[in-house]
């Protein structure tokens, strides 16, 4: 893997997201983090998206974000996987570089 994105920003108001799977690479991680979590959820409009991305990205969201939020970590779209802050670290170590999306 050779690049984490962390995206922190709901997809509804801004299109961090978007500019974030437009550029990421075949094998980068993407953490959805903070309000963008909700994009990780099934029965949103980024579903679709999301499941398309984890085709070729690795994909998770922070748990403690979805907690934060009252959101259901059962809800996550298939291809996503729900971490806690050492899954973040992780992802971390393992790239060589880290991208945040603002």
Sequence with gaps: MSALHTVNKSPFERS???AC???A??????LLMEDAVIA???GTAFEGKMAD???TLRLAVLGPDLAARGLDPTKVVS???VVDYAG???LAAETKATNAWL
Excluded: M, T, Y
């Excluded at 690479?25 to 993407?30: E, I, L, M, N, R």
């Design 21 to 23: 799977l437009g550029h």
């Design 40 to 42: 990780a959820l099934s």
């Design 79 to 81: 291809g996503i996987s």
């Design 53 to 55: 991305a984890a085709k």
């Design 16 to 18: 961090c997201l978007e």
């Design 25 to 30: 690479q075949p094998g980068d991680a993407v």
């Design 88 to 90: 973040f670290v992780d």
